[in-house]
Structures are given as structure tokens and as C-alpha cells.
């Protein structure tokens, strides 16, 4: 902020019968103090080698995200499926599972909602152990039930989720789940879908408290670039 100082001009005027008389001449207008733009939001990072990009847009915004085909070939070439053929358009985000104690972190779900008529068949399970990736914040990720068994419904998470990855130390369903790209755009719009109302009787057993209230709608999901 830039502040201009205002000063009068005096004019002195003088005769040679009369003392000097000092005359105060109006001060200019003041211009108008500069407003600061604030500076746009930074964009995505470039787009790495050997990954495809979707974006979702949502009542809530654009989320725009960075699919690993390279490691995950099997997982992203299922998702970009129902892509390309629209069949996640006008479906919604209908879950949230907020970390316990903790607000801010957890995952929104989406997708065809189990709709069997909108799903392709299931897909080999791709553990993390195999594609190398690991579920960081702002993660994509399928749901599942048993290994091999996931189809359109799919996650994102807001807060690292290492107990999601693989662990073959790990007795029993040791598989995790298959993360298959990360949000690069909009990762503030996953936020606000994950602070969403939910209702408190909505949803199948074990689910009660963790559907949302007003379903968030992904109006289209696009290849980008």
C-alpha cells in the first residue's frame, strides 16, 4: 500500500504598499490508494510421463487427477472405462469416513453406488506391493470387498493412509487396496465433499453415519489433455 502525502501550495503575494499576505491555494485530489491483486491460485504441476489425466467436475468443483497407467495398467484402464463411456456422469460422492477425532482427514466415496446394471465385471486386485504406489494424501483408490472383486466404486483420501497399502506381514486380507493415481487439482473440493452432512440412519449395516445427507454429484468425468 502505497500512501501519497498531501501537501498545500502556498502562494505568497506581494505589493509594495502592503504587507506580504499569505494565500493558501486548494491541494490537488488525492489519488485513489492502489488495491493488491491476490495472486491466482498456482496451477497443477506438469503432467508426468507414463500417466493419464480425468477430470471430475462436482457440484462442489473440479477435481482433476493424475492416473498412474504405467503402474497400476489394470486398475486405471477399468476406471477410464467407465469414463469414456460416461457412466460416471451424474452419479455422486454418497460417502464420507472421517478419521476418527479427526475432521480434516478421511476418505469420499463414489461411484455407481453397487447399481449392478451400471457395472463392468470385477478386476484383478493391484496390491500397492506391486504398483509401487502408496496411499499419501489425495489418493485414488478402488473399493473392494475381497481381493479381485472391485468394479466402480472408487475412493479418494484427504490425510497419508499408510494401513491402506499392502502388508503381507499382516495375518488374513493382507492385499490393502489398489491406489491408482492422485488428486494434482481440487484437492480443497475432496475437503469440503469430506465435511459434508451425513445422515445418521442412511446406509447398509456398518455403514450408518457415513452417507451423506445431499449426495455430492459428479456432473461429468473427462479425459484431460
Known amino acids: 500500500m502505497i500512501r501519497i502525502a498531501l501537501a498545500a501550495a502556498l502562494a505568497l503575494v506581494s505589493t509594495a504598499a502592503v504587507a506580504q499576505e499569505a494565500t493558501t491555494q486548494a491541494a490537488p485530489d488525492a489519488a485513489p490508494a492502489p488495491v493488491a491483486t491476490p495472486a491466482p491460485p498456482p496451477g497443477p504441476p506438469p503432467q508426468r510421463a507414463g500417466t493419464v489425466r480425468v477430470t471430475l467436475t462436482t457440484s462442489e468443483g ?6 498412474d497407467k504405467d ?16 457412466r460416471y456422469d451424474g452419479k455422486t460422492f454418497y460417502r464420507v469416513v472421517p478419521v476418527p477425532g479427526l475432521t480434516d482427514q478421511g476418505l469420499v466415496q463414489g461411484g455407481m453406488k453397487f447399481d449392478p446394471r451400471q457395472m463392468f465385471p470385477p478386476i484383478a486386485h493391484e496390491p500397492t506391493t506391486k504398483t509401487g504406489l502408496s496411499h499419501t494424501s489425495g489418493t485414488i483408490s ?18 497419508d493412509m499408510d494401513y491402506m497399502n499392502a502388508n503381507p506381514s499382516q495375518p488374513g486380507d493382507n492385499q490393502g487396496y489398489a491406489a491408482f493415481g492422485h488428486v494434482v487439482a481440487g484437492l ?8 459434508s452432512p451425513v445422515s445418521p440412519t442412511d446406509g ?22
Open 188 to 195: 480443497d473440493n475432496v475437503k469440503k465433499i469430506l465435511a
Open 62 to 67: 473440479p477435481i482433476l487427477i493424475e492416473l
Open 204 to 225: 447398509p449395516p456398518g455403514m450408518k453415519g457415513q452417507f451423506l445427507v445431499k449426495p455430492v454429484k459428479i456432473v461429468t468425468a473427462r479425459r484431460a489433455g
Open 142 to 159: 478402488m473399493g473392494r470387498n475381497a481381493p479381485g472383486s472391485a468394479t466402480s466404486e472408487f475412493f479418494i483420501i484427504v490425510g
Open 71 to 86: 503402474k497400476a495398467p489394470i486398475t486405471v484402464a477399468n476406471f477410464l472405462k467407465y469414463v469414456d463411456t460416461k
